[in-house]
């Protein structure tokens, strides 16, 4: 089934991270994400493949627009693709710097050169997937 985002192109919803899924590699107990207005709610929008569009489990950011997430992998991974899907009219992310191997990375540390950065477009229905090549070994990944 074929659906067009906001990005212009036309994408097959049946080929996107269902194949990929890295959900049951990340170590949701021990993510931290920065910024977030209501603790502990970083970690809750990473979901199951099935439960990606349920909106009841969402992230905002504090005091200004920026959220940093440190994730950790239980193990080395491969990210293939990355499916961002924000929220309607002007609650979505613009940009997404990626990081990799630097445990509990804070604010500070953000002036470093990414690994890879997207601009990102809008996507409300999770068809628009990124295509980043990081090899992460020492299981931490950080998202800006």
Not at 31 to 41: D, K, Q, R, V, W
Not at 70 to 88: A, D, R, S, V
Request: hydrophobic fraction near 35%; charge should be negative.
């Amino acid at each position: 089934m074929a659906h067009q985002c906001n990005c212009g192109n036309t994408h097959n919803i049946a080929e996107l991270g269902i194949q990929y899924n890295l959900y049951q590699k990340i170590d949701v107990e021990n993510i931290e994400c920065l910024n977030e207005y209501e603790e502990g709610s970083g970690a809750t929008i990473f979901k199951k493949w099935e439960d990606r569009l349920d909106r009841n489990k969402y992230v905002e950011s504090d005091v200004d627009n920026e959220l940093l997430f440190n994730i950790p992998f239980t193990g080395n991974i491969k990210l293939k693709g990355l499916i961002i899907i924000g929220g309607e009219d002007d609650f979505h992310p613009n940009k997404v710097k990626l990081y990799k191997n630097r445990p509990h990375m804070t604010f500070d540390d953000v002036a470093t050169e990414p690994e890879q950065e997207f601009e990102l477009c809008v996507d409300t229905n999770g068809v628009h997937e990124y295509s980043p090549n990081l090899m992460i070994s020492r299981v931490q990944a950080n998202f800006m």
